[in-house]
């Protein structure tokens, strides 16, 4: 059976395999290596014969350690399944995180998930156990913060189906989100094919310092990039400035680079790695990673002129950074804080200032450090008698990191001030908030310290806007009430009736001075021998299906196809394939399906998720019930979208419900990495249009047929001829980005069927 832990003997291996990879890489490129390189191109398959074309050529790779969440990870066992292996290949865990829903406070929300997600947590238990996985069950944390805690190391490649997976790069891992069928082929044994990414450097001087935190640089860093600056790029944090980070500080700017759209992000290894990987429990790793400390920072070349070696360089000086924030509706909107409350004021931004709910968590900041700098915040405003005027809910990161702040005080410090604890889970950063009607429905203001905030993203309510911050900021605005309140300036009354203005919070230690607390274990470890265990899927139930493979192409082109939607705007997983409700269902894929679309914006009518039967002529149907008209009718369908199309989650079933309902195709002026890939993995054609202004040419009642199918060849445009009802036709030309092994995947259907043959 494959160890699970990360032993010396494991981070041994990964180091031997990375010198002999790059040994060949240096003799074949002759130039200096970036971080990024020494780790992805050490984890080559192949490194005599792999074709090294940043931007271009598509890597084989084999990565060490796989991790799951329980939502995709319903999908991607119930994929592995069909492989016929018995056991995984690579070392894998599932994470219980995502099901569970904020309703009141932790432990009753704990307790209700438990009762009714019980047929999926024992699906899950069951199959870790058969498979090989180690189990993390409900309760146990975010799959991120539980990784950090217990695998990630300096230069291990691990993959996980959440978008971000990248938080392990805090440690020093290359970490990549890839949807459920990517981590199904390397856990049955196959190389993980990905595209040779580009470099960016974000060079780092100074030291951060009062207010600003580790959040406020990739807020800084989003609102440079933009959503789409990162794609196929992985984004390297170096210069002296980077040293001064602790480890969970860098694991909040890698975790918050999924929404740059890159692949992922990273720091070189450093004392405050070595720091972290003591203090939870894993010292033994820190010799081994200091004698090959030449493989995992740049080379010193590449440091001392970084202009040379990447295709873009992001300088700044942390000493002179302030605190930002990011929203509504996009995590790339970006501003100081300094300039918020001039656009709270101005009517045209349509900002509300009273905020409804300030939220503090998530996987993205809820590490010891985190919630000890928003603890010394609410201890000013209790020494003054005030507690939070709107409601305050805080994520622990993890069981671990619960125990310990409950043992150490900062938990009753939020509590003190009005907070709410809420389980150790995803919760409303993805959507798992039953919040009332009364807050949601009505155009209204949260604050967060989570990672996404597209609209619908945390309530489900297209009206509520999100503007993330740091932890402590968040507190602060807890306190303040208003959005154009900066506590940097402004002042608050205390119980006495005088103002006083809140200091900024003492520095916090990265790690507690007395150890971490496990708290209450719930990792359960894999048998030496599942063989004998049964996986048994009740054909009625609502929550889980068997999958079938999907129908190889039948060689012909596809012909008057119609245009299911015409998506306007971003159009993000989160957009095609809602969470919140409809998570329960993930397992199912044809229950799940209902939902498809549901929160895009359809160009052809301007509302969110219904169109038009082109069939029937009926107006105003859900995007999924005509989807399932056309397919009964054996006609196939295409789906056009925007800019970046599928950014955000790595959600698989955004492309999984497209195939099971009859699409064969998406057609945009751009795609995200990940949702890109996923598409092509399903067996469908994510095609981009040579002209980006071609776009507006597509109409409601066009019959699209794409030619020439057959002879179809990387680099290669696609044939796109459009039929318009009034008579008249176009030719387009479609770009791709099939490789000739990917368009394997389309002949016969899916990866995973090439898999099979």
Same mark, same amino acid.
């Given at each position: ?21 790059? &040994? ?5 490129? &002759? ?94 238990? #069951?199959?870790?156990?058969?498979? &090989? ?17 217990? !695998? ?62 580790? *959040? ?45 759209? =890159? ?5 070189? =290894?450093?004392?405050?790695? /070595?720091? !972290? ?72 931004? &349509? ?39 709107? @409601? ?10 619960? /125990? ?35 807050? #949601? ?36 605005? /807890? ?33 507690? =001075? ?11 470890? @894999? ?6 265990? *049964? ?8 929550? +889980? ?10 060689? *012909? ?50 509302? =969110? ?14 995007? #999924? *019930? ?18 970046? !199309? ?40 994510? +095609? ?16 699209? #047929? ?25 030719? +387009? ?25």
């Amino acid at each position: 059976m494959v160890a699970i832990e990360s032993t010396p003997e494991m981070a041994s291996a990964v180091y031997a395999t990375m010198e002999r990879n790059l &040994g060949v890489v240096r003799r074949r490129l &002759g130039r200096p290596l970036t971080l990024a390189d020494k780790i992805v191109l050490g984890h080559l398959d192949d490194p005599e014969h792999q074709e090294l074309v940043p931007g271009q050529s598509y890597l084989l790779l084999r990565p060490d350690r796989v991790v799951f969440q329980d939502v995709l990870g319903q999908t991607g066992l119930l994929q592995f399944m069909q492989t016929r292996r018995e056991r995984v290949a690579v070392p894998a865990t599932i994470h219980c995180d995502h099901l569970i829903q904020a309703r009141v406070e932790g432990e009753s929300d704990l307790r209700e998930s438990l009762a009714e997600n019980k047929e999926v947590y024992e699906f899950l238990r #069951s199959a870790a156990a058969k498979f &090989g996985l180690g189990f993390w069950g409900p309760g146990a944390g975010i799959i991120h913060q539980v990784v950090l805690e217990n !695998y990630a190391f300096p230069g291990e490649m691990i993959i996980g189906t959440d978008s971000h997976t990248p938080n392990a790069g805090g440690l020093g891992a290359c970490a990549v989100g890839v949807g459920g069928a990517d981590a199904v082929e390397v856990i049955a044994g196959l190389p993980w094919e990905v595209l040779y990414p580009r470099h960016i450097a974000v060079y780092l001087t100074g030291q951060m310092s009062g207010w600003t935190a580790p *959040k406020d640089v990739i807020l800084y860093v989003a609102g440079q990039l933009t959503v789409s600056g990162g794609t196929n790029a992985i984004v390297e944090y170096i210069g002296p400035g980077a040293r001064t980070i602790s480890a969970t500080g860098k694991a909040t700017i890698t975790n918050m680079g999924a929404e740059l759209g =890159a692949t992922t992000s990273i720091f070189p =290894a450093d004392e405050h790695m /070595a720091a !972290y990987l003591r203090a939870t429990g894993k010292a033994a790793l820190v010799p081994l990673f200091q004698q090959h400390q030449h493989l995992l920072e740049p080379d010193k070349e590449v440091e001392a002129d970084p202009a040379k070696y990447y295709d873009r360089v992001v300088e700044l000086d942390l000493s002179e950074l302030e605190p930002y924030i990011v929203g509504p509706h996009s995590p790339d909107r970006a501003r100081p804080i300094s300039q918020l409350a001039a656009e709270v004021r101005d009517s045209k931004n &349509g900002f509300i200032d009273e905020i409804s709910t300030a939220l503090i968590g998530s996987c993205t900041n809820s590490s010891y450090e985190d919630m000890s700098r928003a603890a010394d915040v609410a201890e000013q405003a209790k020494a003054h008698g005030i507690k939070a005027g709107v @409601p305050f809910l805080v994520t622990p990161g993890s069981e671990e990191v619960r /125990a310990t702040i409950e043992r150490d005080g900062q938990m009753q410090s939020l509590k003190e001030v009005g907070g709410t604890v809420l389980a150790n889970a995803c919760g409303p950063c993805i959507g798992q908030w039953r919040r009332s009607q009364e807050e #949601s429905t009505k155009p209204n203001t949260i604050v967060t310290s989570y990672n996404r905030n597209f609209p619908r993203r945390n309530d489900g309510q297209p009206t509520t806007m999100n503007f993330i911050g740091s932890p402590e900021i968040v507190t602060a605005f /807890a306190l303040g009430k208003r959005l154009s309140f900066n506590p940097l300036t402004d002042t608050l009354t205390g119980a006495d009736g005088q103002p006083f203005r809140l200091e900024p919070p003492k520095p916090a230690p990265e790690v507690p =001075a007395h150890g971490f607390d496990p708290g209450h274990a719930t990792y359960i470890a @894999p048998p030496e021998d599942g063989s004998k265990i *049964k996986l048994e899927v009740d054909p009625t139930s609502e929550r +889980l299906q068997l999958m079938e493979p999907w129908a190889a192409w039948d060689h *012909k082109d596809f012909v008057d196809c119609p245009v299911l939607i015409k998506t306007q705007g971003k159009t993000t997983t989160d957009h095609i394939s809602p969470a919140g409700p409809w998570l329960r269902y993930r397992g199912h894929l044809d229950k799940f399906s209902d939902n498809m679309f549901m929160g895009a914006t359809n160009a052809f009518t301007g509302e =969110a998720g219904t169109g038009v039967d082109v069939l029937t002529g009926e107006k105003g149907l859900m995007i #999924s *019930k005509i989807a399932r008209d056309y397919k009964a009718h054996a006609i196939k369908w295409v789906a056009v979208g925007d800019h970046n !199309y599928g950014e955000g989650s790595s959600r698989e079933h955004a492309a999984l419900s497209p195939r099971l309902l009859g699409g064969c195709a998406v057609i945009a002026r751009s795609f995200a990495r990940i949702h890109e890939s996923n598409l092509k993995k399903q067996g469908l054609l994510a +095609l981009t249009f040579q002209d980006a202004a071609d776009y507006d040419k597509i109409r409601a009642d066009d019959r699209l #047929s794409l030619v020439g199918l057959e002879e179809m060849a990387p680099g290669q445009p696609v044939e796109c001829r459009i039929k318009h009802a009034d008579g008249t036709t176009e030719t +387009l030309k479609l770009n791709h980005t099939f490789s000739a092994s990917q368009l394997e995947w389309f002949r016969k259907g899916s990866a995973l069927n090439l898999f099979h043959n």
